[in-house]
Nanobody, 124 residues
């Protein structure tokens, strides 16, 4: 099992930016796709973005495409989510997750390790 720890969340005004980090406890993280998901109050958890093991392949949810960027630094066992032009509807708890495979997926069943989540709040 790989432990994942998210950081970088907080409160920001609409139009602002935040960068989330997801740090893994083991180097095996480098051989896995990674995804970011989020869960807003009263809603189901939803896919945000994913990245392949080497960073060559990424995919974004339509709601964040063009505003969010996922990247990774395998030397640091870390995946990032740069969030720009934030909107109040981006308010949620954000989770990173490690895929069972070399690539990421939009559905949760392909992920086997999850972080505890971190709150992002965007004020209007």
């Amino acid at each position: 099992q790989v432990q994942l720890v998210e950081s970088g969340g907080g409160l920001v005004q609409a139009g602002g930016s935040l960068r989330l980090s997801c740090v893994a406890s083991k180097r095996t993280f480098r051989n896995s796709g990674v995804g970011w998901f989020r869960q807003a109050p009263g809603k189901e958890r939803e896919f945000v973005a994913h990245i392949s093991w080497n960073g060559d392949s990424t995919e974004y949810a339509a709601l964040v495409r063009g505003r969010f960027t996922i990247s990774r630094d395998n030397a640091k066992n870390t995946v990032y989510l740069q969030m720009n032009s934030l909107k109040p509807e981006d308010t949620a708890v954000y989770f990173c997750a490690r895929s069972k495979f070399l690539v990421g997926f939009t559905t949760e069943r392909e992920y086997e390790d999850w972080g505890q989540g971190i709150q992002v709040t965007v004020s209007s």
